[in-house]
């Protein structure tokens, strides 16, 4: 099978942990266990998130020199190389010797009229107190959001990918047998200026939009986004939460679900298996091998292919 696995930039250095060096180092071995373990079977593409990292990275830039900011473009592939690095050598390790990998930063094309530039979602950085979170919107401008935890977060623009430049080279290192790590953090965000020119964009691209794109591009057979949840939950953080288990994408549309957390994974899941896509499944990184068989996690098939079931934390189907 030709997979498409997106990892959540907070499965990758998760929630209240430090941001270090040694923490990310820590968590990709974590991750590149997982994806070993399906590599050793299937082709797979990786694509990732950078939320917590580009964030961590403008904060850095931003102490140099708080009158000169550096753009989100720039500092978007930075993290595709520092964490395609760290995915590409730890699943190297993972796998047996003579596997092929490769990294590439990939340019993503976006309108420069996306309603995202009007409503900025996309949290990325530390969580900050709300005295650190004043002072960085008065110091840089930032637009910040009260997360469910109480903490504060940038929130950037998050806009559609219409276009993966450089999709050619994807699929030819495919062909030659390599594990292909690509489209970091949703891409490095571009478009096309008033003279014709590529130049980069101010935003963060929905990563979970661009692997569904990937996924149909490539004409893959699945679609993985992994994070630290182990599903979509219905009613979630009520007393009558439950997983959502076989699901389909009429069914989905029903759901009230926030645009920087869940939100984006379902709508891309959605729009990969209306796409075309046989299956797209959501859930926890440690559980990659069981979603993509149908055991856990949200998995999303065409409205045709099954009826909704919706499984509970023991995995008892509920009428």
Known sequence: MRI??????????????????????????????ALAD???EHQIIVAHGNGPQVGLLALQAAAYDPEKLWPLDVLGAETDGMIGYLIEQELMNALPAGSRCATLLSRVEIDAKDPAFEKPSKPIGPVYTAS?????????????VTEATGGQRRVVPSPLPLRI?????INAL?????????????GI?????????MEGV?????????????AMELKADALLLLTDVEAVFENFGQDNQHVIGMTTPKALAKLDLAPGSMGPKVSAAVAFVQGGGAFAGIGQLSDARA?????????????AAKPLKVWDNEGGALD
């Open 4 to 33: 498409v696995i997106a990892l959540g930039g907070n499965a990758l250095l998760q929630r209240g942990q430090p941001m270090t060096a040694a923490a990310q180092l820590a968590n990709v071995r974590i991750a590149a266990t």
């Open 38 to 40: 399906l590599a050793r």
């Open 132 to 144: 650190e979170a004043r002072r960085a919107t008065t110091d840089h401008g930032w637009t910040m």
């Open 165 to 169: 430049l450089g999709i050619e080279a």
């Open 174 to 186: 495919l062909n030659a047998g390599h594990c292909v790590i690509c489209a970091g953090g949703g």
């Open 189 to 197: 965000p571009v478009l096309r200026n008033a003279d014709g020119a």
């Open 202 to 214: 101010e935003a963060v691209i929905d990563k979970d939009r661009t692997a569904a794109l990937l």
């Open 291 to 303: 979603i993509l068989e149908q055991r856990a996690g949200t998995n999303v098939l065409s409205d």
